[in-house]
T-cell receptor
Framework: DAGVTQSPTHLIKTRGQHVTLRCSPI?????VSWYQQVLGQGPQFIFQ???????GRGNFPDRFSARQFPNYSSELNVNALLLGDSALYLC??????????????FGPGTRLTVL | SQKIEQNSEALNIQEGKTATLTCNYT??????LQWYRQDPGRGPVFLLL?????KEKRKERLKVTFDTTLKQSLFHITASQPADSATYLC?????????????FGQGTILTVHP
């Protein structure tokens, strides 16, 4: 079975631009969460989506938005990029039933560099 | 505010020894606690989960303890190997509707020397 996939792998943008990051969860997983990981720190929660609805939001500005599609894939959008948005963006999917429903499975991440 | 601290930024041990990593938290009532392994440039990989009503969990060479009175978890790797070298992350979850939200510590970089 394929794990969580994310695209693109790497991205370089300039300040003020907009970026869209994409995530495909593990087949059968309906919950997707997004995290930002700055170098040397642990991941920080941005959004959680379940059944296409936002179920949680971390302490991030309105420049960050996300959505989940009927096939449970998800997009994270960031507007008006700042230098401080440079980070590894991680997507995680989670089963919502069964024995391992508390475990989150992370994708490889998208490395965003803002110049 | 909620705070999670992993007491060591870096831990160096000799192969064959037991590595012990610490996770402390404040202003939090987690339903469960998880440990993840992260290699450079990769996403975290789930290792173990322990619930608030459990004291200890084991999986092969890994052991986790959870003390909700001390607000502390210990993560042990016995008979450590150079392949265990990685960053280890502690994460808490409040449960309920926030199952998809994990709050992470900053990580401990473990290096196992041959």
């Amino acid at each position: 079975d394929a794990g969580v996939t994310q695209s693109p792998t790497h991205l370089i943008k300039t300040r003020g631009q907009h970026v869209t990051l994409r995530c495909s969860p593990i087949s059968g997983h309906k919950s997707v969460s997004w995290y930002q990981q700055v170098l040397g720190q642990g991941p920080q929660f941005i959004f959680q989506y379940y059944e296409k609805e936002e179920r949680g939001r971390g302490n991030f500005p309105d420049r960050f938005s996300a959505r989940q599609f009927p096939n449970y894939s998800s997009e994270l959008n960031v507007n008006a990029l700042l230098l401080g948005d440079s980070a590894l963006y991680l997507c995680a999917s989670r089963a919502t039933g069964g024995k391992s429903y508390n475990e989150q499975f992370f994708g490889p991440g998208t490395r965003l560099t803002v110049l | 505010s909620q705070k999670i601290e992993q007491n060591s930024e870096a831990l160096n041990i000799q192969e064959g020894k037991t590595a012990t990593l610490t996770c402390n938290y404040t202003n939090y009532s987690p339903a469960y606690l998880q440990w993840y392994r992260q290699d450079p440039g990769r996403g975290p990989v789930f290792l173990l989960l322990i619930r608030e009503n459990e004291k200890e969990k084991r999986k092969e060479r890994l052991k986790v303890t959870f003390d909700t009175t001390l607000k502390q978890s210990l993560f042990h790797i016995t008979a450590s190997q150079p392949a265990d070298s990685a960053t280890y992350l502690c994460a808490l979850n409040a449960g309920g509707t926030s199952y998809g939200k994990l709050t992470f510590g900053q990580g401990t970089i473990l290096t196992v020397h041959p």
